[in-house]
């Protein structure tokens, strides 16, 4: 079986995958902070779900810290988290959506920041549908910012989901939009 079934129902395995995740792949590959510096960082820590080895590395080249290494080209992207600020400009410059940037500090909340390239763009203040890795809407979420960090049209929107929704809200919709 899947590893992915672990996060998604084998009957909701669709083909809306936010990054390059697919019901094939191999979780234990993708990259995720240690629990521990996770809950302290504040601005987040980055998640990278890129299991494959494709030929590509936008996350090495523009992060600013050095704290992801793709070598050689085709290898699995590896995090340095002591190096990661949350700064989010790999968020923007995967072109395989992958990398989200997940701020656990809050008490009551945390936010997903993740890529978005779609319109309407949402507005600050906004409640938006999130959406889980198949599309699926899972629950609501407030929109506390909208940012551009590479300047390139790829937006990053700041989402506040309930605390044990980070690991399952991977997109979001505009309310009313396509
Ligand atoms: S969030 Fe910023 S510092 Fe962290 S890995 Fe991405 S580009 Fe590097
Ligand atoms: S830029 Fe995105 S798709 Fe390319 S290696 Fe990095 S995480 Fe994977």
Redesign the pocket.
């Known amino acids: 079986m899947s590893k992915l079934s672990n996060l998604i129902p084998p009957d909701e395995q669709v083909s809306f995958w936010s990054g390059v995740l697919d019901p094939e792949s191999n979780l234990d590959l993708i990259s995720v902070p240690p629990e521990d510096l996770w809950r302290e960082k504040r601005a987040?820590?980055?998640v990278i779900e890129c299991p494959q080895e494709i030929p590509c590395n936008p996350?090495h080249t523009?992060?600013?810290?050095?704290?992801?290494k793709v070598e050689p080209l085709t290898a699995i992207p590896k995090?340095n988290y002591d190096?990661?600020?949350?700064?989010?400009?790999?968020?923007s410059?995967c072109p395989g959506l992958a990398?989200f940037?997940i701020d656990k500090t809050p008490a009551d909340y945390s936010i997903v920041k993740l890529p978005y390239e779609m319109y309407p763009v949402p507005k600050v203040g906004e409640v938006v549908d999130c959406l889980d890795r198949t599309g699926k809407p899972v629950v609501e979420g407030e929109v506390l910012n909208v940012t551009e960090p590479s300047r390139d049209g790829t937006k990053v929107i700041w989402v506040k989901v309930p605390k044990g929704f980070e690991m399952t809200v991977r997109a979001i919709k505009v309310k009313g939009g396509e």
Do not use: M, N
Not at 62 to 68: D, Q, R
Not at 83 to 91: P, S
């Open positions: 987040g820590l980055v996350c523009s992060c600013p810290t050095g704290a992801i995090v190096l990661c600020t949350g700064c989010t400009i790999c968020v410059k990398c940037v």
